[in-house]
């Protein structure tokens, strides 16, 4: 779902796996997405779509007289605008319970990517923005415009025919098997069969909604609501492994050939553009700028790890050879119950207590209510047609005036999106046009753990980036349009909230409507890092993994060997055989080789909560600074500037990375 290249004149072109920006509205009183449409309807919205973005881009490139920002960017604004009819189809192929709705809607943003190809080619456009005189131009105009010039360079527009001729066809294939690739991940939900005695230390509630067969056998899918209590609760140690290995199973072997003919398409395409890799051409404009620099970030967190992790697992593996006297070493789908198990004896944290303070309801009035008192907005239901009877909708309105809407679909079912995931449908302009968000998660519809409140707080923090950001004039810099490695950081810094006392005490009740204990919540503190080490350690093998794929010659390497190597020399725990993660990393298509990007902005994060740690969590001066200086400013200026304004100084990794050694 990723394109290619980040893009300033093109916020268009940046779509990703959990940020896409990918639509914008033409007119604030337009309501909502299509979320009726039948598949007839959005293959003839998306042709009608195409072919008025198709006259607006040719009058563009036929435009004459002087290059003025107003002219060229405002006849760009024209092309946004004849594509917002099908602004939501990169949302609807993930969540439409219809079938033929969803092929639709994956044919129709194949279309746009393709179309997205030809403006980054296009001569005359490119033409017409270096013509425009930089001289009276604002910071922020003078930013968009001297990006807009390197991007176009960076997609190969001064080229010749030839090779920008198959430079598009590349990038139109890249598309086509990056979807197939998510598609074939998306249906392939597994299962295992059990009987009634392997769910024994799973909570009531969840043996409850799951009932047996005929045969007297449970099913247990691969989806989240049904596999993580298992990995956590689950007394039998068959089942976890068994569950593990179906998880981690899923895509393959389809997936394989995929992904091996995605990362040669892409080579071909960087080298093509004058890149030693795609992992060189996806970080040219990023803000970490190099895979040298993103090996060597990743290097300084693994090595801040050593300790720390062998000093979690030798814990684990004392606990677990109590359970199992012949045990030399902790397998992943232990970790979980083990870790679960210390909680409850070291740190008298029962995980089961915890989740029955979290009904769903609840997490999301809860997590309304905070963005309420931190913000001073308010959020109200959005009476709007939806495409499923779970999907809830709302708008928010700061200071009686509508802000933005959004759409939350957050239980599972068959065929839909299987992890969390926010999707930009339109950015906001001033004065123009509302931001509308997706919210796409897989949530059970009582209890809660923890950690999908957590979850849940962190898409909402890209829904609330999203709906902050429509204050700039141009949608080549409004929305999430600055570096896509930085996109991650807002919603992490708003993790910590989730941990707070004051923020629990407000929603987090259990059914007879008691309280959260101020102690339990104490406990939950105690023990938050417990684990935190061979987690991180764990990212940091997804994130290795994700930059070798794509930085080294395709053919020069086999995938399950280098997976293998891989977590031999960077993952926590031992590699299961006959398991290809690979296939099912839905991110080594989304981000490609980008998959450091979550610690890099990590390390953002921490530096950016470091002032309402000092100030305080409810300090609404600092939280209104923040929302001014970070989340508003959109792509107007380099991300690191706006991070220095909020700290009053530049940021650092340092903080985040000795955090890790504590």
Known sequence: MKRLLHSTLFPLMSVSLLVSCNGHQPDILIDGIRATATAEQIVSDCDVALNNASAQLKALEEQKGQATLSSVYGQYEKIVDALVPIGDVWHIRSVHPDSDVRSAANECSEKQSD???????????????????????????????????????????????????????????????????????????????????????????????????????????????????????????????????????????????????????????????????????????????????????????????????????????????????????????????????????????????????????????????????????????????????????????????????????????????????????????????????????????????????????????????????????????????????????PSQMLEEWIWDYETLKKFATNAAGETIPRELVEKMSRARHFGRATGTATQIYYANLSLNFYSQEPGSFELDDTMQSLAKKYAAYPHVQDTHFYANFGHLNGYSSNYYTYQWSLSIATDLFSRFEKEGLRNKDVANEYRRKVLEVGGSKPAAEFVSDFLGREFTTDSYIQSLQN
Do not use: C
């Not at 939350?408 to 906001?428: I, V």
């Not at 509308?436 to 890209?462: C, D, I, W």
């Open 115 to 489: 179309f997205y190809s030809q403006i980054s080619l296009s001569r005359p456009v490119y033409d017409r923005i270096s013509a425009i005189s930089q001289d009276d131009l604002s910071a922020s105009e003078l930013f968009m415009v001297q990006n807009a010039i390197d991007d176009f360079k960076r997609s190969g527009v001064d080229r010749g025919d030839a090779t920008r001729k198959r430079i598009r066809e590349l990038q139109k294939e890249i598309t086509a098997i990056g979807n197939e690739f998510d598609k074939n991940i998306r249906s392939d939900v597994r299962s295992v069969k059990v009987g009634a005695t392997e769910l024994d230390g799973l909570p009531a509630d969840y043996i409850d909604a799951h009932p047996a067969d005929e045969d007297g056998l449970i099913t247990i899918t691969t989806d989240y609501p049904d596999m993580y209590p298992v990995m956590t609760y689950a007394h039998s140690d068959d089942l976890r492994k068994r569950l593990r290995i179906a998880s981690r199973s899923r895509g393959y072997p389809a997936n394989k050939l995929i992904l091996e003919n995605l990362i040669a398409k892409r080579h071909e395409l960087a080298s093509l553009l004058g890149f030693d890799s795609f992992a060189s051409l996806s970080m040219s404009s990023q803000m970490i700028g190099s895979p040298e620099k993103a090996q060597s970030f990743l290097d300084s967190v693994g090595g801040a790890l050593n300790k720390p992790v062998q000093e979690e697992l030798g814990i684990l593996l004392s606990r677990l050879q109590e359970e199992d006297p012949s045990a030399t070493a902790v397998q992943v789908w232990q970790a979980g119950y083990i870790q679960n198990l210390l909680r409850k004896e070291q740190y008298a944290l029962d995980a089961q207590e915890v989740r029955e303070y979290f009904r769903y309801e609840n997490v999301r009035d809860g997590i309304f209510a905070l963005t309420e008192d931190l913000f001073d907005v308010e959020i109200k239901a959005w009476n709007t047609e939806t495409w499923h009877k779970d999907v809830e909708t709302f708008e928010i309105i700061d200071n009686g005036k509508l802000l933005g809407r959004f759409y939350m679909d957050n239980h599972p079912r068959a065929d839909k999106y299987q992890h969390a995931a926010h999707w930009t449908l339109r950015s906001g302009i001033k004065d123009k046009r509302i931001p509308m968000s997706g919210l796409a998660q897989n949530f059970p519809k009582g209890l809660m753990e923890h950690s999908q409140v957590e979850t849940f707080l962190h898409e909402f923090g890209h829904l609330l980036h999203n709906m902050f950001s429509g204050t700039q004039s141009w949608s080549s810099i409004g929305g999430m349009s600055m570096e896509r490695d930085f996109v991650e950081a």
